[in-house]
């Protein structure tokens, strides 16, 4: 049985949230949690506790959980020691068959990478699972759902157009602006 969590502050990088990777055939991306975040740390914490005790789980594994597994959240800082993106952060990556719900923090579905891409802020939905195929023993982080809380510099290089062209975009609020 799959552990459903929600991270309330995070960053995402690598995302294929729109369409699947063509390596994978999944949606995917990589949740970014700074290590001084001890909410979410232990959040994400207690998921993997409950998962390892639940029967669905168990019986994945036959009974118990090996004295082996791999896990998939790991260290930053190990892991990529010259990557500023990853100073002080632990990191997984999430995956899922479904393309997950992305919504803006007032509900509203975003629908393009105009909208959301690696390097926006916000809140992460997913479920921790064990797995065991072909001998490979561990957990695993679904990709459920995402709320774009606020944007970020783009972790994959350029700009968005709205940040190119911010100094000559008009301003809506006021439609009788320069008109009298």
Request: charged share 30%; net charge negative; proline share 3%.
């Amino acid at each position: 049985m799959a552990t459903n969590f929600t991270l309330k502050d995070v960053r995402f990088a690598l995302c294929f949230v729109y369409d699947p990777s063509e390596k994978s055939g999944k949606y995917s991306c990589r949740v970014l949690i700074d290590k001084s975040n001890k909410e979410d740390l232990e959040t994400l914490a207690n998921a993997l506790s409950e998962c390892m005790k639940d029967k669905k789980t168990l019986a994945t594994f036959g009974g118990k959980i090996p004295a082996k597994y791999d896990n998939v959240v790991r260290d930053g800082d190990e892991e990529f020691p010259d990557d500023p993106v990853y100073k002080g952060k632990i990191f997984f990556n999430a995956s899922n068959k479904n393309k997950p719900q992305i919504i803006d923090k007032h509900g509203i579905r975003l629908e393009s990478d105009d909208e959301f891409w690696s390097g926006c802020y916000g809140a992460f939905n997913g479920s921790y699972y064990g797995y065991d195929k072909m001998g490979n023993k561990g957990f695993a982080i679904s990709l459920d759902n995402i709320l774009k809380l606020r944007e970020g510099e783009r972790l994959t290089g350029g700009m968005s157009a709205r940040q190119a062209f911010s100094s000559m975009l008009e301003d809506d609020s006021n439609p009788f602006a320069g008109r009298f």
